[in-house]
């Protein structure tokens, strides 16, 4: 007998999610991306004073930071830690509320004029809204508005530019001037005097934070369509609260409108997502290890904590340079364009729609941009068939997909994506036949060379010494696409003649004389594809035999594209297409 709990993983069950992982230890799958992050990410970082730890681990560990109001050479070091240079991706000081974000944003984008707020003392002007910034303020009223403007144009660039925003939500209580805007913390605390008839206290509801975060979105977004958003919540707790309350509870009321925020609006926002640095650290599992004496400040272990597992979450892999490293750096970033440029390109034309009815067609294609070319080719072809490009390149190198157990997978990557998956999942039921027998699905879903060839690279350097043996390049590929392998499995289960197919070979085009590394992972990806019970189209093989000729070049690169070296032409993808109706019998 089954019930919506026998299938579901350990991580939903309090004794193999919780128990069995003891006091503070490592959780599994606490935290599944909703969209990738690597190295390539250009990430924005702000909030609280948590924060402050992820942008250090982030640069720490070789990751795009953006850095957008970086530090003069003429500073000395004192000068540049009292100007809180590096330590957010804007010199705001920190941004305890969502309405304080919010703020920001309004002031750079021009949504609200800018508040030149200061407080004067001892002959130096200090700026209320970062009454920290710096920390012996400004020589005079224009100095400081100068230097409002210098971080208001550093914020608009830094949006404009960015790939990712990590923001980290810290209080609800905040102190709101009669005019209508907010400050970071009560003036007369640290800087200005406090005026009962000027400034106000407010304890903002879950409506006013999910208001002003959600608006803060959308700001940003204005200028950076899609700019993506990683929401945390802080685990520090208040040093004092004005509620009313014991600071106990009005710390647990803060923080829960906080993490109800963030949920909600990562459930019901696309491109949102949520990260449980709050639950790792201060959750009872934990029993306050990760605090220190004072039960308040965050230990350097619980930092620590906090950042594995975010460095598992987005299956963090050390990319160093080294020698003898078969993709360089100019063709890594020739990947990457080619991914987050083209590959979007493709993905608009390279769908068949109308043909994913399993009582149309015998023919399937699952894959990235390459099953896209190969769906064009198709068309040209005449020959009728299902699905095509689904997600990225760099979404299935990024594992942006969770595995289904009614419709065998989820694409992670956007709502494009997971539309595709719906128009080709009838395909795949019922399965067995077709109108010409058994129904036939073409992939190449763990290949994805010129990316997996760079990071099973960069791993052989820094764990292997460049040594490559059979069992060690299978631990790693196992390791690498463990779900995306289940996923073929399961289509293999159903029924389906499964044929994997390898990517152009096109290594020599960005320069690559011997690329042995590549024709090692065709050659053993196949073993264990087979093992899958799949078959295995060698293209690289396929191409040898024919001999390769200048009208297999891609056509945009012929044009200057530099980076579309990884794809082959209409030519190239017409003659595979040919070889595989004749092959396997399509027509």
């Known amino acids: 007998m089954t019930n919506p709990y026998t299938s579901l993983p350990q991580s939903s069950f309090w004794k193999t999610g919780i ?3 003891g006091s503070g230890g ?6 599944q991306p909703r969209f990738a992050i690597s ?3 250009r990430i924005l970082t702000a909030g609280s004073c948590f924060a402050q730890h992820i942008s250090r681990w982030l640069t720490a560990n070789g990751y795009d930071w953006a850095d957008t109001e970086p530090a003069s050479e003429e500073l000395t070091d004192n000068e540049r830690r009292d100007g809180q240079y590096g330590v957010f991706s804007f010199r705001t000081g920190n941004i305890y509320t969502a309405a304080l974000l919010r703020q920001w944003l309004e002031f750079a984008l021009g949504a609200r004029p800018p508040v030149l707020d200061l407080a004067e003392e001892d002959g130096r002007h200090f700026d209320l809204l970062r009454p920290a910034v710096p920390a012996c303020g400004y020589e005079s009223r224009e100095g400081a508005r100068e230097a409002l403007e210098r971080t208001l144009d550093a914020i608009r660039k830094g949006l404009k530019e960015a790939d990712l925003f990590i923001f980290t939500l810290g209080l609800t209580e905040s102190w709101i001037h009669r005019d209508g805007h907010v400050y970071p913390m009560c003036p007369g605390t640290l800087r200005g005097t406090f005026d009962p008839g000027t ?15 959600a608006d803060a979105i959308g700001l940003a977004r204005t200028v950076n369509p899609d700019l993506k958003f990683l929401l ?4 520090v707790p208040l040093t004092a609260t004005a509620s009313g309350d014991h600071v106990l509870s009005a710390t647990i009321y803060s923080k829960s409108v906080l993490r109800a925020v963030a949920g909600d609006l990562c459930r019901e926002l696309s491109g949102v997502d949520y990260f449980p640095s709050y639950e790792l650290i201060s959750a009872f599992p934990a029993r306050g290890r990760f605090y220190e004496a004072n039960l308040r400040s965050v230990t350097a272990e619980g930092v620590a904590h906090v950042m594995s597992h975010f460095s598992e979450g987005i299956g963090a892999i050390a990319r160093s340079p080294g020698n003898g490293d078969p993709l360089r750096p100019a063709a890594a970033q020739s990947a990457k364009a080619a991914d987050e440029i083209l590959c979007d390109e493709v993905g608009l034309e390279s769908w068949a729609p109308g043909a994913t009815d399993a009582a149309d067609t015998s023919v399937c294609l699952i894959g990235d941009s390459h099953m896209g070319h190969l769906s064009l080719a198709f068309q040209r072809l005449g020959l009728p068939h299902a699905g095509g490009m689904i997600m990225n390149g760099k979404a299935w190198t990024s594992n942006e997909l969770a595995l289904d157990d009614e419709e065998l997978w ?3 990557e956007n709502a494009l994506a997971r539309r595709r998956w719906q128009e080709t999942l009838p395909f795949l039921q019922p399965a067995a036949k077709g109108p010409a027998g058994q129904k036939i699905i ?3 879903i763990g290949q994805q060379t010129h990316r997996s060839v760079a990071f099973l690279s960069a791993w052989l350097q820094t764990e292997h010494n460049n040594k490559l043996t059979n069992p060690l390049f299978f631990q790693y590929f196992g390791k690498e696409n463990h779900d995306k392998l289940i996923l073929i499995k399961r289509i293999v289960n159903r029924g389906f003649r499964v044929v994997v197919i390898s990517d152009p070979p096109t290594q020599h085009l960005a320069g690559y004389h011997d690329p042995q590394l590549w024709r090692i992972y065709e050659n053993l990806s196949e073993r264990a594809y087979v093992e899958l019970g799949c078959e295995f189209f060698n293209a690289r093989n396929y191409i040898d035999a024919i001999g390769f000729q200048d009208r297999f070049i891609s056509e945009k690169f012929k044009q200057g594209v530099e980076y579309d070296w990884l794809h082959g032409s209409a030519a190239y993808y017409d003659e595979i ?4 109706i004749r092959r396997y019998a399509l027509r």
């Open 19 to 21: 128990t069995e992982h």
């Open 26 to 31: 490592a959780l599994k799958d606490i935290w």
């Open 199 to 213: 400034v106000r206290f407010v304890n903002q509801a879950y409506e006013d934070v999910r208001r002003d975060m």
């Open 410 to 412: 989820v694409p992670l």
């Open 442 to 444: 073409f992939t190449n």
């Open 232 to 235: 945390t919540v802080s685990p």
């Open 39 to 41: 190295r390539d990410t």
């Open 577 to 580: 297409a040919e070889e595989l």
